[in-house]
């Protein structure tokens, strides 16, 4: 019977054998994954095969344990080369792989740098947009400032400010929509200038544009947000005249001069005497009975106007004695329509790359 020590010796021995033979056909399947690879998802899913934590060769470097502290060290080296040749068969199949998919890209997907560019089209302003910046220009040139004011309004400066009484219809609630704290969204932008003639002494000019909101439907001509302009002049001796005179210019800048003018007698609670401002239509020149822009009239209103209530001046602290001014305003939807023949309101909130191509 052989000693104990030889017959240790001879189990340790074919442990070693045993792992590696595991070892080569652990490498040689590994290897055989790498090779069979035909493309970079493809090497992808081998590379947790052959070189993963579960991976068998991952497995054998587990079974160390089993060894005698003295063969481990030999053992591991062993199973760490194999598992470089393994990791080195990877990279270079990949490597491989990603050459031949570069090489096909070439190949199907070549530029000819010899062609013209392709330009991308230049967008433009929007129509709302160029028909405010042209009113913004015409009253800037006459010598006008533009005012600015919050969204989010008083009703004082809503309304009372501007001699609305609280039982004026103006104020019903299907017109204004009304916030918490006593808050409301502006109607018009005539809050603007109440704030600049509290904080300004006349002289004064302004014109002050900007979104306001009605509680409205939407159809063709109307909508629940819009934006309005509105002016305001304040000076000594300020007459109907010249807001006539002041008005015709402007709708001969921004409409042409062949087209004819007149003021209306109409009633607004911040002006005495007011009028409404009509444009000649600029479709039929009529009146034409068969006309549907101006409804066979031959008149297409564009803008309210009048000189401002003493009222106006006195809950501001200015003295009517003193000073007089007039006051108007405009939808800027309204003139954009009549400018260009817009139809529809909606047009301008619907975004169609259709329709606002035209403006660019």
């Not at 068998?56 to 080369?81: D, S, T």
């Not at 007089?324 to 619907?350: D, Q």
């Amino acid at each position: 019977m052989l000693p104990r020590a030889a017959l240790i010796h001879i189990v340790i021995i074919m442990a070693l054998e045993e792992l590696a033979e595991e070892l080569k056909q652990a490498e040689r399947a590994a290897l055989a994954t790498i090779a069979a690879a035909a493309g970079i998802a493809a090497i992808e899913r081998a590379r947790p095969v052959a070189m993963g934590k579960n991976s068998a060769m991952r497995g054998l470097l587990k079974r160390l344990g089993g060894l005698p502290a003295a063969e481990r060290p030999q053992a591991g080296q062993i199973i760490n080369q194999a598992q470089a040749r393994v990791e080195s068969a990877f990279e270079a199949k990949l490597a491989e792989l990603r050459e031949a998919e570069m090489a096909r890209q070439i190949e199907t997907q070549s530029v000819d740098v010899t062609l013209p560019g392709t330009h991308a089209k230049p967008g433009g302003l929007h129509p709302l947009t160029l028909t405010l910046i042209e009113i913004e220009r015409i009253f800037t040139s006459m010598g006008y400032e533009i005012a600015s004011g919050p969204d989010v309004e008083t009703e004082h400066n809503n309304f009372d400010a501007l001699n609305i009484k609280p039982d004026h219809p103006a104020r019903d609630m299907h017109d204004t929509f009304y916030l918490d704290g006593g808050r409301i969204l502006r109607t018009h932008t005539s809050p603007v200038q109440i704030r600049h003639m509290l904080a300004h002494k006349p002289p004064l000019a302004i014109i002050a544009p900007g979104r306001v909101y009605r509680v409205d439907d939407i159809d063709a001509t109307h909508s629940p947000v819009f934006l309005q302009v509105e002016g305001l002049l304040i000076d000594r001796g300020v007459s109907m005249a010249q807001l006539k005179g002041t008005l015709t210019e402007f709708l001969h800048a921004i409409f042409g001069k062949e087209l004819a003018t007149r003021f209306r007698a109409s009633y607004f609670p911040f002006t005495e005497p007011s009028a409404e401002v009509d444009v000649q239509c600029f479709v039929c020149r009529g009146p034409d009975p068969d006309c549907r822009i101006c409804k066979g009239t031959g008149w297409l209103e564009v803008l309210g106007s009048g000189l401002v209530h003493p009222d106006v001046l006195r809950n501001v602290g200015i003295d009517p004695r003193e000073f007089s001014g007039f006051a108007f305003g405009m939808g800027v939807e309204r003139i954009t329509m009549l400018r260009y023949g817009i139809p529809s309101i909606r047009l301008f909130y619907e975004n169609d790359i259709r329709f606002l191509r035209q403006f660019a």
